[in-house]
């Protein structure tokens, strides 16, 4: 019963794509800002993307241009369409949700592998 799981990650050559997916259960999806998270071996955990449930979206810099967040509301599913990926792009990216409502309330996927070759 776990209340997002991610999918779509993989290996891809540098230059490639990849459009990973995120499904949300048990939760009432469209009162969560949804973010996509990243996290390589030997860093931090980084935000790369953010979407309100209305659709505006937000981007960290080396994810703007390049990637795409968005979502389906009637699917309660959140996406992230990844252009010209780069090695550096290599982590474990990780769907997010937090609360919209006042109390601090958020959900964290497992992750989904995203390896990018040379």
């Known amino acids: 019963q776990d209340q997002l799981v991610e999918s779509g990650g993989g290996l891809v050559q540098a230059g490639g794509s990849l459009k990973l997916s995120c499904k949300a259960s048990?939760?009432?999806?469209?009162?969560?800002?949804m973010d996509w998270y990243r996290q390589a071996p030997g860093n931090q955990r980084e935000l790369v993307a953010s979407i309100t449930s209305g659709g505006r979206a937000n981007y960290a810099r080396n994810a703007k241009d390049r990637f795409i967040i968005s979502r389906d509301n009637f699917k309660d599913t959140l996406y992230l369409e990844m252009y010209g990926l780069k090695p550096e792009d290599t982590a474990v990216y990780y769907c997010?949700?937090?609360?919209?409502?006042?109390?601090?309330?958020?959900?964290w996927g497992k992750g989904t592998l995203v390896t990018v070759s040379p």
């Open positions: 997010h949700a937090k609360g919209t409502f006042g109390g601090k309330v958020e959900y």
């Open positions: 048990g939760i009432i999806f469209n009162m969560y800002t």
